[in-house]
Structure formats: C-alpha cells, structure tokens
C-alpha cells in the first residue's frame, strides 16, 4: 500500500493518557506480584536494586525520547531502527516487542489469576485469566481516545494505592498500629544484604522486568497531541514517578513486615496488610492488584497492535495488519491476533499454574532487554547521523552526557543477562532467546525471498 493511501492514527492523547498508559504498563505485577520473587532473593537491599534499574531505564527513555521528539511516528523504535541501522534491525526488534508483550501479558493473565484465586481458592486460574483476557481484547478494539480514558483510570487506581499504601504504612509505624511492624525489620532478619551482594544482582533481572511498559512513550508517540512538548514531559514526569512508587511501596513493605514472610503465594501487598491485622485491608489491596494487572495487561494489548500495524507499513508483517477500524481509528486486526496468540497463556497456566510466571517473566526480560539495548544503539546512530549533517546541536530532547550514558546503559543491560544464568527460572530465557531470534532471522528470509525488498518508511 502506498504511503499516502495509508490510514492513519489520530492525535487524541494527551499527556496525562501518555503518561497513565506508560504507567499502566510498568505498575503492574512485576510490583505487585513479582516484587515477592525479588524480596526473596535480595532482601531489603532488593531496595537498591530497583534504584539501579530505575537509573537504567531512565537513560533509555532519554534515549527514546531524543528520536520521539524529533519525529513522533507510531511504531516508534522499530521504524527507528530499520531507518537508521537496517530493514533487518527494524524487523527484528518490532516482532521481538510484540513477542515480548504477548509474554508479559501471559505472566499478567497468570498474576490476575492468582489474586482472583485469593477470593476463590478453587478457581482454576486459567478461566479468570480467559475472561481476563475476553474484556481486555474487547477494550482495545473501540477507539484510542477511549482506551486511553479507560487506562488513565485504571492507572490512576494503582497511583492512588500505592500513595495510600505508604501514608498507611506510614501511620502503621508512627502509632504502633500494627504488630509486628518495624521500622528495625529492614536489618532485624540478616541484615541489609541477608543473602549477600550476590543476592542483590541475581535479583536485577526480575527488577528490569518491573520496568518494562515504560517505553510505551514511545509508541504512544504516533498518536500523541503536541508530542513535542508532551513527549519530553511523559518521559521526565514518569521515569520519576515509577521509581518513587516502586521504592517508596516495598520500601514501606519491607518495614511492616520481615522480608521472609513474602512468598509468592499472594501478592506481598496484600500479605503485609493482611499480616499487621487492619480489618479488610488484604481484600481491599486484592482488589487493587487485580486493577493493577488488568491496566498492564491493557497497555499491553495496545502496543501489539501498533508494533504490529508498523511492521506491516514496513513489509515486514502480512499486509491484513495495516487494516485499522473506519469508527475508532484502531489497528484492530493486529488486536484480534494478538489476543488469539495470548490463548497460549491460558492453556500454560492450565498445565503450569505454580511456576508459569516466573518463566514467563524471566522469557519477557530477555526480549524486554534485547529491545532496551536495540534503543541505545539505534539512538547512537541517529545522533551520529545527525552530527554528520550538522544537526546535532539543534535536538530538542537530547540524551544528557552521550556517548557516557549510552555505554552506562549497554553496560547494565550486559550485566542482566549475565545475571540470568545463575537462576533455574530465568535460565531458561537464554535458551528461548536463541530460538525466538533464530526464528527471526529465518522468517526475515523468507520475506525476502516472497516480497520486495524489505525496508521503506513507517
């Protein structure tokens, strides 16, 4: 098709859907659910684990954010990268972050069925996680304006526990309201590092995955009003209010109850309320986690379909995904299929319902950081090729000390996947990498062989 035949996405998002929606997609049950899995591993030094992460992924949205600024395209880092390093780049890295969504959104639908299992101990999880997945898909396919609205909403849920979550905690430990709690309980149990520094980095790689959502900035950047001034703003304002939400909440779990009473039985929110004994506060808690797993979960249905319908506009997608509804302007057939692909979730908890997040998790952090480490490469060739034409000086949202960042960055994603191979569930990842992107590389070759040659512009 064409490029000027080509339906567009409208312009309907306004900052505050720009940054609910990257928050929806990052405060999810990595914090909710999976933070049990690194407070066991780490202790309360876990602590300075998500302060790192945070630090990370904060230079790569500055990464992000320098090429969205300048040219605010949906697909976003995909298009980026087979713009500026190559067709086969572009190609890899727009199908690995759909794969990488379609993952997270199976951990998300295995995190809903838990907490759903909390009021109804004998429900499977994998019929809560198919309604779960009926209404999200349902969602998705009316118009953006509304998504965004519903995902503002749904975010904003999860904004307002976590604060209150910490001015409760906070009253919990200034007037002894709960027993048990303690400040003294971040060193009372083995001390800071209970399980060594090692503890610390064997935990990053479950800490990275908490952050993954927040370069949805950057796809919301197709459909972004003023993207501009609402770019640069999502990304300063969100990169801060994630790391404070995640570091203040476990902060204050950590003081109301010893870090080895979380288990991965229950969300550690609703294990540290239940545990103090305010009336009601775990069912309530509950009821939030599962707020906070469907707004992930919906952040999620919404990138697949734009990385879909960008790949598409590239050539390097069946062209059925270019398709976008006449009414809500939306890339529904990319929707559809991806909820048809995230069946396989449903079927895994039913064969793997006690370890399927933690694989899954562990699956979705490597695709996560393979994407991650694509946006900083990608992002240096687009300022060399700038300075080549003399343009570099004229960013309006340049990365802050480059090259130096850069190399901080790719520097840390190295030392997650070392990381990976010293955990049972995350090893696995290291052997599912390989595969997915030798899949890539043939599927790329085979295009080649049945299309013209790949490549042009989203």
């Known amino acids: 098709m064409a490029a000027a035949d080509r339906p ?3 312009r309907t998002l306004q900052n505050r859907h720009i ?89 998300e639908l295995t995190a809903f069925g838990v907490y759903v299992g909390y009021w109804f101990p004998g429900l499977p999880t994998w019929i809560s996680g198919l309604g779960a997945l009926v209404i999200i898909v349902s969602l998705n396919i009316t118009s953006v304006r509304s998504f965004g609205e519903a995902e503002f909403w749904f975010a904003l849920v999860k904004v307002v526990a976590i604060l209150t979550l910490m001015a409760a905690g906070a009253a919990i430990l200034i007037f002894h309201l709960g027993s048990g709690a303690s400040v003294s309980n971040l060193w009372d149990y083995g001390g800071l590092f209970p399980n060594g520094v090692s503890g610390l980095f064997l935990a990053l790689p ?28 999502a990304i300063n304002q969100v990169s801060v209010r994630i790391l404070l939400f995640y570091v203040g909440a476990i902060l204050f779990i950590l003081m109301l109850v010893p870090w080895t009473k979380v288990g991965l039985g229950a969300s550690p929110f609703v294990t540290a309320f239940g545990d103090v004994g ?3 506060a775990a069912a309530l808690l509950n009821f939030v986690v599962i707020t906070a797993a469907l707004s992930a979960f919906n952040s999620g249905m919404y990138s697949t379909g734009r990385m879909l319908l960008t790949l598409a506009q590239n050539g390097q997608a069946p062209t059925v995904f270019e398709k976008i509804s006449a009414r809500g302007h939306v890339p529904f057939v990319g929707i559809l299929f991806s909820g048809v692909v995230l069946l396989i979730g449903v079927v895994l908890n039913l064969l793997l319902p006690r370890d399927v997040f933690l694989y899954l998790s562990s699956v979705a952090t490597i695709a996560l950081i393979f994407n991650w480490t694509m946006i900083l490469l990608t992002q240096w060739h687009f300022r060399r090729t700038k300075m080549a034409a003399g343009q570099a000086s004229r960013l309006r949202f340049p990365l802050f000390a480059w090259p130096y960042t850069t190399y901080l ?9 070392a990381m990976m191979a010293f955990q049972p569930t995350t090893r696995i990842a290291l052997f599912v990498g390989p595969m997915w992107f030798a899949t890539l590389a043939c599927g790329y070759y085979i295009m080649r062989r049945r299309s013209s040659p790949l490549g042009g512009t989203a």
């Open 8 to 10: 567009v996405l409208l």
């Open 19 to 107: 940054q609910f929606i990257a928050l929806g997609g990052a405060i999810g049950s990595g914090l909710f659910y999976g933070s049990a899995s690194t407070i066991g591993l780490a202790g309360p030094s876990v602590l300075l684990g998500y302060v790192m992460g945070g630090g990370i992924m904060f230079i790569i949205m500055r990464a992000l954010g320098e090429m969205a600024v300048e040219d605010p395209i949906s697909g976003s880092f995909s298009a980026y990268a087979n713009r500026y390093i190559g067709p086969f780049a572009g190609f890899s890295v727009g199908w690995t972050y759909w794969f990488s969504w379609i993952v997270v959104d199976m951990a």
């Open 409 to 417: 960055g790719l520097g840390g994603m190295a030392l997650v996947v």
């Open 278 to 280: 305010i009336p009601n």
């Open 206 to 233: 479950l800490v990275m995955f908490s952050f993954g959502g927040t370069e949805l900035i950057g796809i919301t950047a197709g459909e972004a009003r003023d993207p501009d001034k609402t770019i640069p703003s």
